[in-house]
C-alpha cells in the first residue's frame, strides 16, 4: 500500500515535471507570435513605450491598413500561386527521382545520386550570379516559370534523399505483390509508394512550403515588375533604410504566417498518422 | 494494356499537364516586362528610363517625382525597388554580368567596387554634363558630396578622372542632445558642449543626475571609427592623417595615441552609457528616443526616425567637440546616396536629363520634406526644418575617408575600430593598440609591395 503510494507520488511529481517543461518551451515557441500579434495592435509610438503584450487601445486597422498599403491582393495571390506550383512540381519531379534512385537499376546510380546530394551543400544565393545568366539566356528573366523552375530544382536535394531513403524502407515482398497484382514500375509508383511514402511527402511539402512562402532574395533577383513579386516584397514597404514601421509590419507578418500555420497544421495530422500506421504495421 | 493501366497513365498525364499548364501560363503572364533596358521583351507601357533603386523609405516620393516629371516632359521613368540593400547588391552584380542593368542605378559598395564598374565601362562619366554651361550643375551639389562621386587624377584605383554620379542626398554624423535631460541635469539646454572639455564635464553632470549620457551604435565597427576620424581631422589635419594612410606617419604617433585615449576618458568619466560597446545602432536610437539618454552620436537620418519614433522628442544637434584649435572641427560625412548612369544605355541621355531635374530646387526640397534626408542640392537647404538646417551648416565640415588619395587597409581599419571597443572597456591600453596597428600595417604593406613585385 505504502509503496503504491509512492510510486503515485513518484509518477505524479513526474508529470508534473514533465508539463512544467513542456509549457515552458510551448511558451517559449509561442511568445515570438503574440508579441507579434501584440505588437501589430500597437502604433509606431506606442511600440517603443508600452511594452505589454496586448495594448490596452488596440489598433485593429493595422491589420487593414498593412493589407492595401502593402499590396496584399496581389503579392498574397502570387505567393500561394508560387508555392503551389514549387511544391506540387517538387513532390512530382522528387518523388519520381527517389522513386529511380531506390527502385531502378541504371548505370552510374550511386554517383548521380552522390551528385544529388552534393547539390544541398550549395545554398540557393550562391547561385545568383550564374542562375541570373541562365535565366537571362534563356529568356526567363522577370517570368514567373524563371522564379519556379529554379525553386523546384533548389528543393530537389533534399527530397530525393529523404522520399529515396523512405522509399529503400518499403519491403521487397510488397513490390513483389504489387507486381503479381499487375502493376509494372509507374503502377508499383503510383499505387504502392507514394501513399506509403505520405508522411515523407508531408515533411517535404511543410519544409519547401516555408521556403517558398517565405522566398524574397531570389524574387528580387529574377523579377523587376511589381505585379510579380511574392507576398515578402510587400513587407519591404514598412522597413525604410533607416526607419520602420514596426506595428504595420508586425501586422504584415501576422497576417503572412497565418496561412504557413494552417498548411503546418494540415501537414502534421499526416506525419502523426503516417508513423502511428507504420508503428501498427510494425 | 489493360484499362487500370490506361486509367493510372490518364491520371499521371493530367498531372503532369496540370504542372506544366500552371507553369506555363504563370511564365506568359509574367512576361509583359518593362525592366529589361537593355531588354529582350516589349514592355506593357514603356519606359524612357528605368531606375533601379534600394531606398524603400524614399521610394513613394520617387514615384510621386516620376508622375511629376512625365507631367512636365511627358517622359515616363519607372522606379524600381530592390531592398534590401543586399539583395539589390546582388542583382545589380548579376546584371553587370549579363550587361542588362538599367539606365540609372545605385552602387551599394567601396569606392574599389565602384572603380570596378567604371572600369568594366557600366557607369558614365558625368563631367562634361556637369562642367556644361559653366559648370552650373556642378556648382549647384555640396562639394563634399561631389567629391564622393569623383576620382582625381592619379587615383589609387587607375580610373579616369572625372565626376561618375549624381548625389541625390548627403549626409554627416554628429551628436544628438535631450534638451529636456540637459535640463533635469542642470545644463542649459541651449549650450551644447563646444569643447572635449565642456563635453566630458557635460558627461559627468549627466552621471551626477543618474542621466545615461551618450549612445550609439558602436557594436558597429564604422561608427566608432567615424568619431575616432573625427578626433584626428581635428587634432593633426588633412596633410598628416594622409600621410598616415600612405604609411609615412606610424600609428604610434603622439596625436594618434592622443585619438584613441580620447576614448578611455570619456569612459572614465561616465560620458558612454552601460553596454555601448555592445549597442545596435537600432537600439541606441530608440533608447534616444524614448529619453533614456541625453546624448547620441548619429547621422542625419535620425532625424526622421526619432520624428517616427516619438514625435514629441525635444532635441537639439551639436558638432563633435573640438579637440584642438589647430584645424577645423571635422564631421564624418558626404554623400547619403547617389545614382549613376548605365554607359550602355541607349537611354543614356533621358536619364542625364532626368537626373538633372531631379537635382533641382523644388525637386530636392520636396525629397527633403517627404523623406527628412538632407539635399544634395545646397540652394534647396534654405528652406528646411532646423534640424536638418544644423547638418546642412556642418556639410563645410564633412570629412569622408574616401576623399583622401589613400586609402586604409580594411584589417587596420576593423583592428582600430575592435582597438578602440577594448579600451573602453578596459582590455587593451592605447600604446598596445597603437603597437597592433603599427604592426599591422606594415604587415599590410609588405604584402601589397610583394603583391605589386609578383604583378610586375
Known sequence: MRSQMFYRVKRGAFLILAYTVLLAVAAACLFPLLWMFGSALKTQETIFSDFSLFPQQPHWENFVVAWTQANFNTYFWNSVFYTVAVVLGLVLFSSMAAFAFSRLDFPFKNALFLLFVCMMMIPLPGQFVALYVLLTNLNLVNTRLGYILPQIDAGQALAIFLLKTFFDKIPKDLEDSARIDGCNKLGIYRHLALPLAKPAIAVVVIFNCLAVWNEYLLAMLIFSEKKLMPLPRGLMVFQGTHLTEYALLMAGVSITVIPIIVVYLVMQKYIISGITAGAVKG | ?456
Open chain 2, 1 to 456: 494494356m489493360s484499362g487500370k493501366a490506361v486509367r493510372q497513365y490518364a491520371r499521371m498525364s493530367c498531372a503532369g499537364i496540370l504542372l506544366a499548364m500552371l507553369c506555363g501560363i504563370g511564365g506568359c503572364s509574367g512576361s509583359g516586362s518593362g525592366t529589361q533596358p537593355s531588354g529582350k521583351k516589349e514592355p506593357a507601357k514603356k519606359a524612357d528610363v528605368v531606375v533601379w533603386h534600394w531606398m524603400s523609405d524614399r521610394d513613394a516620393v520617387f514615384q510621386e517625382l516620376a508622375k511629376q516629371y512625365e507631367g512636365q516632359t511627358g517622359q515616363v521613368v519607372d522606379f524600381q525597388l530592390f531592398a534590401p540593400s543586399e539583395a539589390y547588391s546582388n542583382k545589380v552584380r548579376a546584371s553587370a554580368q549579363t550587361k542588362t542593368l538599367p539606365d540609372i542605378f545605385g552602387i551599394l559598395a567601396e569606392t574599389r567596387d565602384f572603380a570596378s564598374f567604371i572600369k568594366a565601362g557600366f557607369v558614365e562619366n558625368l563631367t562634361p554634363a556637369m562642367e556644361a554651361d559653366n559648370s552650373q550643375w556642378k556648382k549647384a551639389f555640396f562639394e563634399k558630396a561631389l567629391a564622393m562621386e569623383t576620382f582625381v587624377e592619379g587615383n589609387q584605383f587607375n580610373v579616369n578622372p572625372g565626376i561618375y554620379g549624381v548625389p541625390i542626398d548627403v549626409m554627416n554624423i554628429q551628436f544628438f542632445y535631450n534638451k529636456d535631460l540637459f535640463a533635469q541635469a542642470g545644463l542649459d539646454p541651449e549650450k551644447p558642449p563646444l569643447t572635449f572639455e565642456e563635453f566630458i564635464a557635460v558627461g559627468k553632470k549627466l552621471k551626477a543626475a543618474n542621466i545615461q549620457g551618450l549612445v550609439s551604435g558602436w557594436s558597429e565597427i564604422w561608427m566608432i571609427n567615424c568619431l575616432a576620424d573625427n578626433f584626428a581631422w581635428n587634432l593633426m589635419g588633412r596633410d598628416k592623417i594622409t600621410a598616415t594612410l600612405k604609411g609615412d606617419v606610424p600609428y604610434s604617433d603622439p596625436d594618434w595615441i592622443r585619438v584613441f585615449s580620447l576614448f578611455k576618458e570619456m569612459q572614465d568619466a561616465g560620458v558612454l552609457a552601460t553596454g555601448m560597446i555592445t549597442m545596435v545602432n537600432k537600439h541606441a536610437e530608440q533608447t534616444f528616443a524614448n529619453g533614456k539618454a541625453a546624448i547620441a552620436f548619429n547621422g542625419t537620418w535620425g532625424v526622421n526616425v526619432y520624428r517616427g519614433m516619438n514625435p514629441k522628442l525635444n532635441y537639439g544637434v551639436f558638432l563633435p567637440p573640438k579637440i584642438s584649435d589647430k584645424y577645423p572641427v571635422a564631421v564624418w560625412g558626404g554623400a547619403g546616396s547617389s545614382f549613376k548612369i548605365n554607359a550602355l544605355s541607349a537611354q543614356k541621355e533621358k536619364a542625364l536629363q532626368f537626373l538633372r531635374w531631379m537635382t533641382e530646387v523644388p525637386q530636392q526640397k520636396l525629397l527633403a520634406d517627404k523623406t527628412m534626408n538632407l539635399p544634395s542640392n545646397k540652394e534647396s537647404a534654405a528652406d528646411i526644418i532646423p534640424a536638418l538646417k544644423q547638418f546642412s551648416a556642418a556639410m563645410e565640415y564633412a570629412v569622408h575617408p574616401s576623399q583622401l588619395p589613400y586609402s586604409e587597409f580594411p584589417r587596420v581599419v576593423e583592428a582600430m575600430g575592435k582597438g578602440i571597443q577594448l579600451i573602453i572597456i578596459g582590455s587593451k591600453t592605447t600604446q598596445e593598440l597603437a603597437a597592433e596597428l603599427v604592426a599591422l600595417k606594415q604587415e599590410e604593406m609588405k604584402r601589397l609591395e610583394a603583391k605589386k613585385a609578383a604583378g610586375k
